[in-house]
């Protein structure tokens, strides 16, 4: 049987975690690396923070 491919998407912001999620059922392996834990949209953080975003 043939080894899967593995594929390495380097950043997870919005194009790496786009690609991720393209790739989700294609027959590979995928390994997302970034440089932190977790997943920041700067633009949205000053909009939180002078609480110009609505809420439901
Ligand atoms: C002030 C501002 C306002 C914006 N407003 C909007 C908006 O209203 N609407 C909109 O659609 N877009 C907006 N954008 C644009 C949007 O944020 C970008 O187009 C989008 O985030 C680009 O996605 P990306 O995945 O290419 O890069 P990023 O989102 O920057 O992701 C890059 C990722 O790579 C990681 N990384 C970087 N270097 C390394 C390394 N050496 N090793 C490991 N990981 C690494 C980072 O941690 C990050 O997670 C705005 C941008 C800014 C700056």
């Given at each position: 049987?043939?080894?899967?491919?593995?594929?390495?998407i380097l950043g997870g912001g919005f194009a790496g975690?786009?690609?991720a999620v393209k790739l989700k059922?294609?027959?590979v392996k995928?390994?997302?690396i970034d440089q932190n834990d977790y997943h920041t949209f700067q633009p949205l953080l000053y909009q939180l923070a002078t609480a110009e975003?609505?809420?439901d």
């Open positions: 049987m043939a080894e899967q491919a593995q594929v390495v975690m786009g690609a059922h294609a027959p995928i390994t997302l975003m609505e809420f």
